[in-house]
């Protein structure tokens, strides 16, 4: 029993440590990847439409809106976009030559993101896509 006590404790410890809210998570991104995810926060911001929330989801920024949208994050040698999906990056592969993909996520360096206006298209995407999914 003491094992399952110590996981649990170890669990717990883990969580107080996660982030609650964007920008505690970004308080503890090291720079340049704080000043770039900041400047991706903010373009997202200026695209998403009213009624769109920012949370943690996975221990991430996510925007959502009409259900998970966009998320954002910095790990140790690159940052990633994640479009909720493999769908959007199929749509834009080739103007996201250059990058790092998968199925569902892009990646890049920490100081080389896409460009506003590409982010811009693969977020107003996703909420196309999240607006049809609802309408269903």
């Known amino acids: 029993m003491k094992r399952a006590n110590a996981r649990d404790r170890a669990s717990a410890a883990k969580d107080n440590l996660a982030p609650k809210t964007v ?3 970004l308080a503890a991104v090291p720079e340049p990847a704080r000043s770039t995810l900041t400047r991706i926060r903010a373009v997202i911001r200026s695209v998403v439409p009213p009624g ?3 949370t943690i989801s996975y221990q991430i920024p996510m925007f959502k809106y009409k259900g998970a949208l966009f998320g954002y994050a910095a790990f140790s040698n690159h940052c990633s976009l994640f479009p909720m999906g493999s769908s959007v990056i199929q ?10 993909l998968s199925k569902g996520t892009i990646r890049f360096p920490v100081d080389k993101p896409p460009s506003a206006s590409l982010l811009k298209k693969l977020v107003k995407a996703r ?6 999914k609802k309408q269903r």
């Open 91 to 100: 749509v834009f592969k080739k103007e996201l030559q250059g990058f790092s």
């Open 127 to 132: 909420i196309a896509q999240n607006e049809q």
């Open 52 to 54: 769109t929330t920012e």
């Open 23 to 25: 920008d505690e998570y």
